[in-house]
């Protein structure tokens, strides 16, 4: 059935819904190769679109080149990380309000289309200003932050469910906390084993 070049951000093998849709891709169809490709939302959609990427897992699409389909995938709630003796770690959610003030760690977004762009456009609702004051390329350095003190996160539900001794994770209670991850694909590149991956879904 060939190959199957899959796009993701980094965030979508936290969790376990898209290991286990690689695992049930593997156990149906084996004869797949599968290679993934870790990118900016903005590469894997410049990827997709130029058929140099089958397909990819993107997150918080505002907008889709009309060649391509997408599909929802999951949508998670966000959550707030914080070193587990923070002052506020006491509470059991956490309003923008309650962390404006607080330093906050992201990932890189220079597109500024993925959880940050969510939080500053709840912040702007709320009437205030929240952008990273760190930047960072992947989630062990998120940790590793939160736990040195830089600040606090605000990450995916599926990215909370890995958290390292010392971190805890509060939901962020505010109505639009949650970011969805989509499937994007070229429809002008519909293989046997991109449909099958579809299907599976």
């Not at 190959?3 to 979508?12: E, Q, R, W």
Request: charged share 20%; net charge negative.
């Amino acid at each position: 059935m060939g190959k199957l070049v899959l796009g993701h951000v980094g965030s979508a093998l936290a969790g376990r819904i898209f290991p286990d849709h690689l695992q049930r891709m593997k156990q149906h169809f084996p004869e797949v190769h599968i290679t993934l490709a870790e990118k900016s939302i903005s590469d894997l959609v410049t990827a997709v679109t130029k058929k140099d990427i089958d397909v990819a897992l993107v997150r918080d699409l505002e907008t889709v080149p009309s060649i391509c389909s997408t599909r929802q995938y999951i949508t998670e709630k966000l959550f707030v990380l914080l070193p587990e003796n923070h002052p506020l770690a006491s509470r059991t959610d956490l309003s923008i309000r309650a962390i404006h003030a607080t330093p906050l760690i992201g990932f890189q977004d220079p597109d500024e289309v993925g959880i940050a762009h969510i939080v500053q456009k709840i912040a702007k609702k709320n009437g205030l200003s929240l952008e990273p004051t760190w930047k960072v390329t992947n989630i062990g350095g998120i940790f590793g932050m939160v736990h040195a003190g830089f600040g606090l996160s605000i990450v995916a539900e599926s990215v909370a469910a890995l958290l390292p001794a010392g971190l805890i994770a509060l939901p962020l209670n505010e109505p639009d906390a949650e970011s969805t991850l989509f499937l994007l694909w070229n429809r002008e590149q519909i293989s046997p084993a991109l449909q099958k991956f579809i299907e599976l879904s």
